[in-house]
């Protein structure tokens, strides 16, 4: 299995983050909370899309409410391989830093 | 709050149709719903204006970037599929320019015939009440049989409809004034040949704008003559034209009251000059009401708007009883009038005595099957051309599909070149259509403007291109593109399978070339039986002059100094050439009832005129000049005599039932000839001597001394008629002119033929070549074991045979039944020979041969060593 890219990371972080509320809008104002950068939609969605290919995430359809014009909410949760991955990368982003003091690069 | 909430904003329709447009379903409705979430929750805290805003900018970071790439690949596939086209064209130099070339020529071909049928039907248009203009023709019967329809009324019809019928707006006659004749201003002088009579309503019922002049008053007196742009700038350069005079025939004066602008050449008519009707009016005031007695006038009429023809129609027996009810009962005969549209006129009218030169519609439609004949043999042709140099291709095909390209992108690459590559060809017929117009103008006998960017030309265009790209394409990219990568990297070497459907296409193009070929052959024999079929009289070494000047005053004096010349052998008098317009009127023969009466030709000839034109008399004797001129005399033919059902005509009368009516005795018989063209079988002929009708003198000369007689008849013509000039015709041009329909119809049949044949010949070529470029091997190897040059060239041409024998069984009886049909409007035709069909079923054959051959001999002359050292 490949490293998650960043990208990844922070999405099903996310994702993790978020629970039971992980959809579109909240998705996308968690990742620009954390990054600070504006997400289009566009990508959201194409980067939504390969995790769950990827089997990293799956998707569930929800009620239609009706703040969205009647259309349903698609919810993101983490799967088995999408947990696994994050532990990996985990572990790696600590080895990585490690021995690694604050100071370092000040 | 929940109010507010609820009638709140629903996203901006254009940007969710965006979104649709470039996300798939599942994903559009998960993220149409967050972002209308989102806006929602910006439109609560802030206000409607900042929630599109931010809708549309959501929008745009997803619509722009998805455009972007879609363009972008596209724009590169297209550089890349051009670059393509461009090396194999570099590296296939022979077949590219064969493909492109025959191509182009049928586009070429296909636009030259476009522009024709545009002209043809463009007739009249120019006239803003185009359609509702009418002529009122006649179709007369004086008990002696119908004259058939013709274009030409009376005087009164017109204007009597316009003063008791109020729908009809206005009417207007035409009438052709003088045949050609002497226009003089203060410094110029010329022949002028289009001049008509012309009521002043002319300028209601037609469009015809005045550069000068009003329309109001322009011709409503006498001695007034409208002129046209062209003609007031021959006469009187920059001078106003406006009151200034013009002398015709050196006798009558007339004032330009108007000028217009010229007559468009899809006119019906074609007129430079418009004199006043009432000028002819005040000369013979009687003719206003003269309701039978002289048809020679063309009646338009403008009706309002909405009206049925029909209406007008039913209503003219009415006025016809008025006036003519004693005249008719008492012959048993009538007088029919009926409406032709304006529209009608050019091409589907067909009447007799026409106004100008006609078009037939048959042409249209025969040139319109032409142009798409042409076209989808050159279809055809860049279709088999393309498929069969496609397996040279077959690597790089197998290659894109190995790397992943669908089939449906490899189809649309090869409808993408094909379309490229007839937009090419399109270039270059564009160039090619302007170079070849003075010929084809010649051949259509039509001017022609080729503008490709105006009118329906450049959808035309597009149209062309289109669907010869898609036509020629469409095959290549359905067969190639079906196959699969294996079959693709094998074929190169494996495939040899018949291809039946491209055999077809060749079949096809040769069964229509030969079909042409035959029809031109065949048009080539009617055209030369009608301009060598023995006619009755002695057509060579005659010259024809106008009778004109002395002629006219003292015929007998000049005859006898004419005849004085050696050259000369005798001259004649007459009212018409043989081919010329006659008198047709109603006969009655002796000791028959009145309504038994004949239609008959009358033709005015002096004694001699019998002898010049080598006419025989069957019985009884010719005119004789000591009974001086309006003689009592008739000589008849042949079918006239038959058709009274006489034995014996001499010393039987026959009477004109003209309102005078002389009982005229007849002397003589002559043998029947053809005085009229031979698209007419012979009528009843009557000849009289009435000097009064003569129009032209024939001069029957000495054969060799054409040059010296004309020179020494130019050098006594300022003797004979000072004021006019000299001119003269020869009787055989005069008559092989009458058959100009047919000659041009021969010489077009021969174009397409030969474009036809090139194109199939370029064909055939290329896939010959082909055919033989692929069996190379097979032929060495044959060569190695023994085989003959001979026997190679029969075993690769023996397909090519095949192809024209079949195409030959096809093409035969499409001609036969074809041609069969186009000969039947004539009475006096060639027999269907089967030499034609043969002869150009060999020429294709030979044609087919050689070109395969050609290919071949090189394949087959090739060393096998050279060939077979690669394996």
Not at chain 1, 13 to 19: G, S, V
Not at chain 2, 312 to 317: G, K, L, R, V
Not at chain 2, 413 to 436: C, H
Not at chain 2, 532 to 557: C, H, M, S, W, Y
Request: include cysteine; hydrophobic fraction near 45%; charge should be neutral.
């Amino acid at each position: 299995m490949k490293p998650l890219t960043k990208f990844e990371e922070i999405l099903l972080l996310a994702i993790w983050r978020l629970k039971d509320d992980a959809y579109g809008v909240k998705i996308r104002q968690e990742v620009m909370r954390v990054t600070g950068e504006n997400l289009t939609y566009g990508t959201l969605y194409s980067a939504l899309d390969q995790l769950t290919r990827k089997l990293y995430a799956t998707k569930t359809i929800g009620e239609p409410t009706a703040e969205r014009g009647g259309r349903r909410k698609i919810y993101y949760t983490l799967s088995p391989d999408g947990s696994k991955a994050l532990r990996r990368a985990q572990e790696l982003t600590k080895t990585l830093w490690n021995d690694v003091p604050d100071m370092a690069f000040e | 709050m929940m109010k507010r909430r609820l009638h709140c904003t629903s996203p901006p329709w254009l940007a969710v149709k965006l979104l649709r447009a470039f996300l798939d379903e599942v994903t559009s409705w998960g993220l149409l719903g967050d972002l209308e979430e989102e806006s929602r929750e910006i439109y609560l805290r802030h206000n409607r204006f900042f929630a599109r805003c931010w809708y549309w900018l959501r929008t745009a970071e997803i619509v722009l970037p998805a455009i972007k790439v879609a363009i972008s690949w596209r724009f590169f596939m297209f550089i890349h599929i051009l670059r393509f086209m461009g090396r194999r064209m570099r590296r296939q130099k022979g077949f590219s320019s064969l493909n492109l070339f025959g191509l182009a020529l049928g586009l070429a071909c296909c636009m030259l015939i476009i522009t024709f049928v545009q002209h043809e039907l463009s007739y009249d248009r120019h006239h803003q009440n185009f359609d509702r203009i009418y002529r009122v023709g006649t179709d007369l019967d004086f008990g002696g049989g119908s004259s058939g329809p013709l274009a030409i009324s009376n005087y009164p019809i017109g204007t009597t409809l316009k003063e008791r019928y109020p729908v009809v707006e206005a009417a207007a006659r035409l009438r052709r004034a003088f045949h050609s004749v002497m226009v003089t201003s203060d410094e110029h002088e010329f022949m002028e040949e289009y001049g008509f009579f012309a009521d002043n309503d002319v300028f209601k019922v037609f469009t015809i704008p005045l550069q000068y002049g009003d329309p109001e008053t322009a011709l409503s007196g006498t001695g007034m003559v409208a002129i046209s742009r062209s003609m007031a700038d021959k006469y009187f350069g920059d001078t106003d034209a406006l009151n200034q005079v013009l002398t015709i025939d050196n006798s009558e004066e007339y004032i330009v009251t108007a000028v217009f602008e010229d007559v468009p050449n899809t006119s019906h008519v074609h007129f430079d000059m418009l004199f006043s009707f009432e000028t002819l009016l005040q000369a013979m005031p009687e003719q206003t009401s003269r309701w039978v007695g002289d048809f020679g006038n063309y009646s338009y009429l403008l009706l309002q708007t909405g009206i049925d023809p029909a209406d007008i129609e039913a209503e003219i027996p009415g006025l016809v009883q008025e006036h003519l009810a004693d005249l008719l009962k008492a012959v048993n005969g009538r007088i029919d009038m009926f409406l032709t549209p304006l529209a009608d006129i050019h091409l589907r009218a067909q009447l007799t005595a026409e106004i100008g030169t006609q078009g037939r519609i048959e042409y249209v439609y025969l040139f319109s099957v032409i142009a798409a004949f042409i076209l989808i043999l050159a279809c055809i042709n860049y279709m088999n051309l393309s498929t069969a140099r496609a397996t040279r291709r077959l690597k790089e095909i197998g290659l894109r599909k190995v790397m992943g390209s669908s089939r449906h992108a490899l189809m649309k690459q090869i409808l993408a070149e094909s379309l490229g590559f007839s937009l090419l060809a399109t270039l270059i017929a564009l160039v090619i259509v302007p170079l070849s117009l003075p010929l084809f103008q010649q051949l259509a006998g039509r001017t022609l403007i080729f503008s490709p960017f105006t009118g329906f030309m450049p959808l035309i265009i597009i149209a062309i291109v289109g669907t010869s790209g898609i036509l020629a394409g469409i095959y290549p990219s359905l067969v190639i593109s079906r196959w699969t990568p294996v079959q693709l990297f094998h074929g190169i070497s494996g495939r040899r399978s018949r291809n039946y459907f491209r055999d077809t296409l060749v079949i096809l193009q040769f069964t229509v070339s030969i079909a042409l070929m035959i029809a031109a052959g065949l048009v080539g024999q009617q055209l030369h039986y009608l301009r060598n079929t023995e006619l009755g009289f002695d057509k060579e070494q005659v010259i024809i002059l106008p009778i004109q000047g002395r002629l006219n005053d003292d015929l007998a004096a000049v005859k006898a100094e004419l005849i004085s010349y050696p050259g000369i052998i005798s001259t004649g008098a007459t009212s018409q050439i043989p081919g010329g317009g006659t008198r047709r009127n109603a006969f009655l023969p002796e000791g028959f009832e009145l309504s038994q009466n004949n239609m008959m030709a009358a033709i005015s000839v002096e004694p001699d005129y019998l002898t010049t034109m080598g006419l025989q008399l069957l019985e009884g004797e010719t005119f004789r000049y000591d009974r001086g001129g309006r003689s009592t005399e008739y000589i008849i033919n042949e079918t006239a005599m038959n058709q009274i059902g006489w034995d014996k005509a001499v010393a039987k009368s026959l009477r004109e039932l003209d309102g005078q009516g002389n009982e005229n005795r007849i002397i003589g018989v002559i043998k029947d000839y053809h005085f009229e063209s031979l698209h007419n079988v012979i009528l009843p002929l009557v000849l009289e001597y009435n000097p009064d009708h003569f129009s032209n003198l024939a001069i029957r000369i000495q054969g060799g001394q054409v040059r010296n007689v004309i020179e020494y008849l130019e050098a006594m013509w300022p003797d004979i008629a000072p004021e006019d000039p000299f001119t003269y015709s020869f009787l055989d041009d005069r008559i092989n002119q009458m058959y100009g329909d047919e000659a041009r119809m021969s010489s077009i049949f021969k174009f397409f033929t030969g474009l036809a044949m090139l194109i199939a010949v370029l064909g055939l070529l290329g896939l010959a070549a082909y055919a033989a470029e692929q069996r190379i091997k097979e032929i060495g190897i044959r060569k190695v074991l023994g085989a003959s040059v001979g026997r190679l060239i029969i075993m690769m041409s023996k397909d090519a045979v095949l192809w024209s024998v079949i195409a030959n069984v096809l093409a035969w009886p499409l001609a036969w039944y074809g041609m069969g049909r186009w000969l039947e409007e004539f009475p006096y035709r060639a027999p269907i020979s089967s030499t034609v069909f043969i002869l150009s079923g060999l020429g294709a054959l030979a044609i087919a041969l050689l070109t395969v051959v050609t290919q071949v001999m090189k394949a087959a002359q090739a060393n096998p060593a050279s060939i077979l050292r690669s394996e």
